[in-house]
């Protein structure tokens, strides 16, 4: 490590015994790492092509990493390897009211490039749950969902441009900044999911929005998660495009609730949060339709809230529910998506599998577009329950598959659904893959194991 302490700023190059197990994995459970030989916190792009190209010289791995709150072990440590920690990489450059975007930083945290924006009337959409603490590069590079994006899209749709260190050392810029623009290959989409496999994302170009209505609040209470999957599908089918559609079941609640003792534990099953920000006379309109669709689909009990902090609450709660369960023992989050017409059957499907397996199953939901995170508790040291869980995660992620859904809706494939991927794409089309690869990063340097289990990505 000497000769690269020395190619960098003092400081740059980290590699106490106890920092390097801080950043040997993310937040997925029981997904396989190994301990880095250092771990570098760039402050610029420059510093990170520095890293890259080293590495390249010396056949030695690079992990690049955010805030390490990813659930599918992308950012997991290989032995050996540099971990490129982009967190303190966090200015935000420009926001430009006019043209409607933002240049920022990989290590931006999602919430305070909302917030700056918000200060300029400006509105960034995307909002995964974990918008408090994931990074803006982190979010690009597994093209994060969230809240809101039933309506509004996820990551993906918001990146105009990217700066990229490539696998070879190349510093390059990608994309643009006008409203349109199709000169060449759309390499910007190319690298958004791409999980650090592809380049070392530096720096990031966003889609803005003006800031949106309030929104209108509509919650109803459902006997099971399929009755609530039936509403679901009872506001696709009228036509109806909320803002947020999302669902909560009791073990959710009842875990934020003895957390943060917010007083929110249902007398329902389960709870679906749905949310309207249409303007005047039609946001009124979409959100009694919403709740006549809550009320048909067998709703126990049903309102549109007139109390904006209580609605927010719920909402808070939403976001809560994966740390919140994650306090009473290991957690396995599922992240599969299905049409929205299949949302009900994939959750009875669920409840089957939990059954089949013994294996305790939570559910959340941004089931407005079918994107459903089951997550499969145990008790921490159960060996055997670890491996009922692990035989229940992969029966869902087959049946997702046979209703036509995705192993992967935002969290991306990482190392937990390296099977699934193989399970969804014909050879020929990961052979694609593989090509592709094979031009960005020839050295196979870049997140090596991750996302491919075949040929040379294999760990």
């Known amino acids: 490590m000497d000769e690269l302490v020395g190619l960098l700023p003092p400081g740059r190059v980290l590699v106490d015994p106890d920092v390097l197990a801080s950043y040997r994995h993310d937040e997925a459970e029981w997904a396989p790492y190994g301990t880095p030989a250092a771990v570098v916190r760039p402050r610029t792009a420059e510093e990170v092509q520095v890293v890259v190209r080293y590495c390249a010289r010396h056949g030695v791995p690079v992990v690049p990493r955010g805030a390490g709150t990813g659930l599918s072990g992308g950012a997991n440590a290989v032995a050996g390897c540099v971990v490129v920690a982009l967190d303190g990489m966090r200015a935000i450059k420009e926001i430009d009211p006019l043209e409607k975007l933002a240049v920022v930083e990989p290590g931006v945290v999602n919430d305070d490039l909302r917030a700056a924006c918000a200060e300029q009337g400006l509105w960034y959409p995307p909002d995964p749950a974990s918008s408090p603490w994931s990074t803006i590069g982190g979010n690009v590079a597994t093209n994060a969902g969230g809240v809101c994006c039933v309506k509004y899209g996820v990551t993906g749709d918001y990146v105009l441009g990217l700066q990229v260190v490539t696998g070879t050392g190349e510093l390059v810029r990608l994309g643009r900044r006008t409203a349109k623009g199709v000169a060449g290959y759309d390499l910007t989409s190319l690298l958004v999911g791409s999980e650090g496999t592809l380049g070392v994302i530096t720096e990031v170009t966003v889609r803005l929005r003006p800031r949106r209505e309030p929104e209108r609040t509509v919650a109803g209470y459902f006997p099971s998660v399929v009755a609530a999957g039936r509403a679901v599908e009872a506001v696709a089918a009228a036509g109806l495009t909320p803002s947020a559609l999302e669902l909560v079941d009791r073990q959710c609640l009842e875990a934020v609730d003895a957390w943060k003792n917010m007083g929110l534990s249902a007398d329902a099953d389960t709870v679906l949060l749905g949310r309207t920000d249409a303007p005047g006379a039609a946001g009124e309109a979409e959100a009694d339709a919403m709740l006549a ?122 190392l937990l659904k390296r099977d699934g991927l193989r399970a969804e794409l014909d050879p020929a089309v990961l052979d694609l893959h593989r090509a592709v690869r094979d031009a960005l990063d020839p050295h196979r340097i870049l997140n090596p194991g991750k996302v491919f289990t075949t040929g040379k990505e294999s760990t």
Do not use: K
């Not at 049903?302 to 909402?315: G, N, P, T």
């Not at 939403?318 to 949302?343: K, N």
């Open 293 to 414: 669709c809550f009320t048909a689909a067998g709703a126990t009990w049903s309102v549109r809230s007139s109390d904006q902090e209580e609605a927010d609450a719920l909402f808070a709660a939403r976001r809560l529910a994966y740390p919140a369960l994650e306090r009473l023992g290991p957690v396995l989050t599922e992240d599969i998506c299905v049409p929205v017409g299949r949302v009900a059957e994939m959750l009875g499907r669920v409840q089957d599998i939990g059954v089949r397996h013994d294996t305790r199953i939570a559910n959340i939901a941004h089931a407005g577009d079918g994107n459903l995170h089951p997550m499969l508790l145990t008790a921490e040291g159960d060996e055997a329950a670890r491996l009922r869980a692990q035989a229940a995660f992969d029966d869902i992620v087959r049946e997702a598959l046979e209703l036509g859904g995705t192993v992967t809706g935002e969290h991306g494939v990482g």
